[in-house]
């Protein structure tokens, strides 16, 4: 009989991410989300970081890679993550525009035409596609894709 999840509680745990320099993502990520860091391999031949908040694994960054995020294989298309307003998004924003990061939109944009929710797009040291948003707000924000979801196409 086949393994059925249905019903039974399910909530993402951490995300890993392959990344190709430690020393320059961990700062990014400390910095831009406020991570501590839990736990880091620090052995040359398998770098590693475990990231979250308040003692809760979020992010763990692995020393793996040697090129940036491809985004036109299968796999990630982005990574998420939801703030309470749209002042903590400014917030990070101006964290964003400190570190030179270019955001890929002008600004907080909506999720869509007539949707309350929004954020800022960015990517990561390695090209990794980001967002940081907040469910409500964002109703009189540009929407850059119109009617589709601004997340999806970036």
Not at 62 to 90: N, R
Not at 128 to 145: D, F, K, Q, S, V
Request: hydrophobic share 40%; with cysteine.
């Amino acid at each position: 009989m086949p393994l059925s999840l249905a019903g039974a509680p399910l909530q993402t745990g951490h995300v890993g991410l392959n990344v190709n320099n430690l020393d320059t993502s961990l700062p990014f990520y400390n910095r831009v989300f406020g991570f501590e860091v839990i736990a880091e391999g620090k052995d040359e031949a398998q770098r590693w970081a475990f990231l979250g908040r308040d003692g809760r694994l979020v992010l763990t960054l692995w020393q793996q890679s040697s090129a940036s995020f491809a985004t036109g294989t299968a796999g990630l298309h982005h990574l998420s993550f939801q703030v309470e307003s749209i002042d903590d998004i400014k917030t990070a924003e101006a964290v964003l525009r400190e570190l030179g990061v270019d955001l890929i939109h002008d600004g907080v944009v909506s999720h869509g035409e007539g949707a309350a929710s929004g954020g800022i797009f960015f990517t990561d040291p390695d090209g990794i596609r980001l967002e940081i948003y907040a469910p409500t707000g964002a109703e009189n924000a540009p929407a850059p894709a119109g009617a589709a979801p601004t997340c999806g196409f970036f």
